[in-house]
């Protein structure tokens, strides 16, 4: 009887979610802003995401490397 195994690796959320907000940043650079704001204003705010959530994941991926020895390779089982 094989066993199914619903685990996930602690490394793949941090690893997916920076790769899902920054295509949805670029999905947004092709369509029109809703409000009328200087291009500036419209940048940062829409930078400010994809920046967020990837130095949130650099800082997680370094939490469970130095703290709990994961790293890429282990989540790949070599």
Do not use: C, K, N
């Not at 920054?22 to 419209?42: K, M, Y």
Request: aromatic share 8%.
């Amino acid at each position: 009887m094989s066993r199914i195994r619903g685990d996930v690796h602690e490394l793949l959320p941090a690893l997916l979610s920076p790769l899902l907000v920054r295509s949805l940043f670029g999905l947004q650079l092709f369509d029109d802003a809703d409000v009328a704001a200087p291009p500036v204003v419209i940048y940062a705010f829409s930078l400010g995401g994809p920046l967020s959530v990837s130095a949130l994941s650099l800082w997680e991926v370094r939490r469970l490397r130095t703290r709990y020895g994961m790293t890429l390779r282990s989540a790949l089982g070599r």
